[in-house]
């Protein structure tokens, strides 16, 4: 027996280093489980914000704002109509812009595109005017002397489209 007591005594500190090394063990993986969640945590948080901000640009889900089209009202317009029979028009148009930031651009050259638009309508004559074609052939023009008009701004142009939102050709 006191062999036995001896040989416990000489493995008691080898089983309490071994127990304390599991905890240590134990500790380290906990800590590096810590870790690995609250980096996944800021990895998600990132991901999910950088989303957001994407979607405040226009790369954004179909039903956020940046999808939306940029309209600008001009004032309408009344010409005389060139032609045998003359006749009248009144047309009024909305520009269709590349973005928000155009819209300040469009107003600061206001003047400049409502006197180029004025002498491209009153150019035309109600036949020119009666059909479909001549009216796409028409808001073709005035996008493309609206754009020269305003100049270059980039590589893409600042107006991309015109509308009539109301078009009346009198006789």
Known sequence: ????????????????????????????????????????????????????DHGAEGDGPVGSTASLPVFEKMDSFVVNLTGEQGGMLQVEIETELANDAARAIVKAYTPKIRSAIIMLLSSKSAQELASPEGKAKLRNQIRKIINETIGSHGDRPLVIGVVFTSFIVQQ
């Open 1 to 52: 027996m006191a062999q036995s007591k001896a040989a416990a005594a000489a493995a008691g500190p080898a089983d309490k280093q071994a127990a304390s090394g599991k905890k240590m063990l134990i500790i380290v993986i906990s800590v590096l489980a810590v870790l690995v969640i609250g980096l996944a945590g800021a990895v998600g948080w990132l991901f999910i914000s950088k989303s957001a």
